[in-house]
């Protein structure tokens, strides 16, 4: 199957710096790339859906301003997490959408997850 | 309102033994249903994949099935192995919208 890599799989940082998350498709060009937020035992949650060449379309209560998002080509996305607080601190996980539309047949392959860790 | 709902939300079994995880949505217009298996401190992987047409669909052992018109899905695993400890989430898409399910959190005893 299609592979999705994210770069980190693990960060630490202090409270008030910025993490960026690479989010890559290594084997197709995926027009869309989706952002999600695990907390421990929880369900993911949509925070963005990053569509190549625009802006992101974020999910309500995510603030774009925070969670600054780019996808730059049809195999890369950043998730850029700034002015990180410990509140932040969850497990990202990313996904590209292989297929074009949302359709039967298409699906979605997920990274492996950067958990952040913010002190 | 789209929804997704799971049941059980957490299942321990022994084993071997086989188990049914189950799949209630809402989500209208419907494109389709995906099963993951997410490993705690990994992403989702998919299991499998089903259209409205769709009634059955295999993996291994892991068996989905799909009731369009009831609106239900199940996940069947076979001969359970320790490896089958995962999370379970059902996914269903439909009219450019992707609505998660909260997941069946499986625990596989010797």
């Known amino acids: 199957g299609a592979v999705v890599s994210q770069h980190p799989s693990r960060v630490i940082c202090k409270s008030g710096t910025s993490v960026k998350i690479e989010c890559r498709s290594l084997?197709?060009?995926?027009?869309?790339m989706f952002w999600y937020r695990q907390f421990p035992k929880q369900s993911l949650m949509l925070m963005a859906t990053?569509?190549?060449?625009?802006?992101?379309?974020?999910e309500q209560g995510v603030e774009k301003d925070k969670f600054l998002i780019n996808h730059a080509s049809l195999t890369l996305s950043t998730l850029t997490v700034t002015s990180a607080h410990p509140e932040d601190s969850s497990f990202y996980i990313c996904?590209?959408?292989?297929?074009?539309?949302?359709?039967?047949?298409?699906?979605?392959?997920f990274g492996p997850g950067t958990r952040l860790l913010v002190l | 309102k789209n929804q997704v709902e799971q049941s059980p939300q957490s299942l321990i079994i022994l084993e071997g033994k086989n188990c049914t995880l189950q799949?209630?949505?809402?989500?209208?217009?419907?494109?389709?249903l995906r099963w993951y298996k997410q490993d705690t401190g990994r992403g989702p992987v998919s299991l499998t994949i089903?259209?409205?047409?769709?009634n059955t669909k295999s993996n291994g052992r892991y068996t989905a099935t799909l009731d369009a018109d009831t609106k239900q899905s199940s996940l069947h695993i076979t001969a359970s192995q320790l490896s089958d400890s995962a999370s379970y989430i059902c996914?269903?898409?439909?009219?450019?919208?992707?609505?998660f399910g909260s997941g069946t959190r499986l625990s596989i005893r010797p």
């Open positions: 996904s590209a959408r292989f297929g074009g539309r949302l359709a039967g047949g298409e699906t979605q392959y």
């Open positions: 084997d197709f060009q995926a027009t869309t």
């Open positions: 990053s569509n190549e060449g625009s802006k992101a379309t974020y």
């Open positions: 799949c209630n949505y809402t989500v209208s217009p419907f494109s389709n």
């Open positions: 089903m259209t409205f047409s769709e």
């Open positions: 996914v269903v898409s439909g009219a450019s919208k992707i609505i």
